[in-house]
């Protein structure tokens, strides 16, 4: 029998996107999941669409917070409340391809690895694809990780069985990149990716990575609070972290023709 996979996906006011990326779920061909859905206290329909999915399937799940704490707060109750063998994350406006936890699955088993993640698309608010291919590093070291977050949160996956559950630290942004060197610095190896696009990201109008000054606000935080690096270590590593990010990371977009 296959190995179950805990899906997690925290819900803050998703009434737009949720049945899109519940329908990406839905369409794996690999089909021993949960999907544990944690709402954040919407304020919109977003419970009564969730809730009509429920009714038809036993597969997904639901956890309501009593008052708003975050998505680091909402995921790690996900985690908590995970019986699977692996545990991914699939953010409430983001979308898997119909062969992406087949394909992750027995690549894991096949390289032996606990940590894996892989290549994606990009896509608009309005799921217009944006033709750009973000490529995946095959290979990523923790000491390599420190430098820049190379994992986007849709792509991860890590083997519970073996590493245990891992949780994010409370910070209110930027918690998933502390999450998988976390998970990284567990597995004791380095994680591996098929370069292959599985997944569909969804850039918003104000998502963090939109606001250049809010984006490396928060990345200081990581390296000071997440990492309780020393003031000075903190800015050394957002000196390397520019770098990295404009001039190591940027050569993975690649612009696709347009279809």
Known sequence: MSQLV??????????????????????QSYTNWELVLIDDCSTDNTITIVNNFIAGNNQIKLIKNKENQGAAVSRNKGVMAAKGDYIAFLDADDLWKPKKLEKQIA??????????FYSYEQIDEKGKPLNKLIKALPVLTYKKYLKSNYIVNLTGIYNAKKLGKVKAPNLRKRQDWLLWLKAIELSGKPAKSLEESLALYRVRDNSISSNKLELLKHNYWVYKKGLSFSTTKSIYYMLIFLYEHFFIKSKQTITLRKK
């Open 107 to 116: 690549f894991m088993q096949d390289q032996g690895c606990e940590v894996c």
């Open 6 to 27: 805990s899906i997690i996906t925290p819900l803050y006011n998703s009434e737009a996107f949720i049945i899109q990326t519940i329908h990406s779920v839905l369409q």
